[in-house]
């Protein structure tokens, strides 16, 4: 596609920053997908990753010996900032702790990037997401959220089929997530973006319940997604603006699993890996994936890319991914006034 090449920079060396476990192939279209962003950027065939930088400088070691037989020449900073200034960066990952991502895209946006890829969740208040969007908006500068599943055949199914009118107008959505890492905000952010995906609407209200051991929890107090013990799963219900109502139980204490009913006037979809059809009793089917789609982290770059060059809407754009830290967020002001019904948009101070 791209003729221009594209200099990239990575903020967060773990594992979904740096691992090259999938990327050996250096396939992009065909399986395996790279799994990271450094992965992501050797693959693509338009992107040179030109620095790396993290606060951990036991990580460049590491980063050299998985990396160093194709990236020999990648330079390594501890100051984001310093690397901004020195390394005239089109694009810009962040990969960094759930809670530390805002004032790397602020001041991505504001040093001339010309496209942010931001892990998720987009943030962990609502002000951080105002304060990312303001910035990116006020620069032009796309920044697409890493809400993986948005690449998914079996969610480009599902959505295809709802708008083909395979079950009717959505009318209710439960969302199931358990097992002990059921955090709202490090994996709930999947789940409840996948609500949003499939609701098509704005969250107008909630209400919820968080999950036993945080009934005094009404504010984000993780260390960034590490431990489960500082983000809370929960019970909750969102009222979006189209009429869909959505279910959500993410809890700790329930059996892992991770899928999406998706319930409209005519039928129901089932949606996990695959797609599931039923249009009444005993009437159900597997609908067939899309093939040979790109996935994972190469497809939201090689999206991202197409934007600065062409415009249009991104899949996966901040916009969408503030729903769901305002649907977080609105769940823990729920929690703290005794579960009742909160309103959205939260006003400041959020
Ligand atoms: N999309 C997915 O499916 C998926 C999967 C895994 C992780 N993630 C997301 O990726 C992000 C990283 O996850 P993690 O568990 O590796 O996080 P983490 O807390 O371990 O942090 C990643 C790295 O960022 C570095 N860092 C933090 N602040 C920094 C700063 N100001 N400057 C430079 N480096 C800084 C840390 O030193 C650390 O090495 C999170 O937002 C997480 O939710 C997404």
């Known amino acids: 596609m791209a003729e221009k090449r ?8 773990t594992g979904i920053g740096a691992n090259r476990l999938e990327a050996d192939s250096g396939a992009v279209l065909n399986t395996p997908m790279p799994g990271s962003h450094v992965a992501s950027y050797a693959a693509l065939p338009h992107t040179d990753l030109v620095a790396v930088c993290d606060l951990k400088t036991e990580l460049f070691d590491q980063f050299k010996e998985r990396w160093g037989d194709v990236l020999p020449d990648v330079r ?70 890493d809400h993986t599943r948005r690449w998914w055949p079996a969610y480009h199914c599902a959505r295809k089929a709802i708008r083909e009118g395979a079950i009717g107008g959505v009318r209710r959505i439960v969302a199931h997530m358990g097992g002990p890492r059921a955090m709202l905000f490090r994996n709930g952010t999947h789940l409840l973006d996948g609500v949003c995906f499939f609701a098509e609407s704005e969250p107008e209200w909630v209400f919820a319940e968080l999950d036993e051991g945080f009934e005094d929890y009404f504010s984000y107090r993780g260390d960034g997604g590490r431990s489960p013990a500082g983000d809370p799963g929960g019970s909750g219900y969102i009222h979006f603006k189209n009429g869909v109502r959505a279910l959500v139980n993410a809890s700790k204490g329930q059996a892992s ?24 009793v005993g009437r159900s089917e597997l609908l067939d994936l899309p093939p040979h789609m790109v996935i994972g982290i190469p497809a939201y770059i090689e999206e991202l890319i197409g934007v600065i060059e062409n415009g ?6 901040a916009s969408e991914a503030k729903k769901v830290v305002e649907i977080i967020v609105g769940f823990l002001k729920s929690q703290e006034r005794g579960n009742v019904r909160v309103d959205l948009p939260l006003p400041p101070g959020n």
């Open 76 to 145: 390594t900073y501890t100051d984001y900032r310093e690397m901004l200034e020195k390394e005239n960066l089109d694009l810009l990952s962040v990969v960094t702790s759930d809670n530390r991502h805002t004032d790397i895209v602020v001041d991505g946006a504001n040093a001339g990037i010309k496209g942010i890829a931001c892990e998720k969740p987009l943030a962990t208040t609502v002000d951080d997401c105002n304060r990312m969007i303001a910035a990116c908006e006020a620069n032009g500068v796309p920044i697409s959220i």
């Open 6 to 13: 594209y200099r990239a920079g990575v903020v967060g060396l």
């Open 257 to 280: 699993g991770f899928c999406l009913e998706i319930i409209g006037e005519e039928g129901r979809l089932d949606v996990e890996n695959t797609v599931t059809l039923s249009t009444g």
């Open 312 to 317: 249009g809407e991104l899949l996966s754009p």
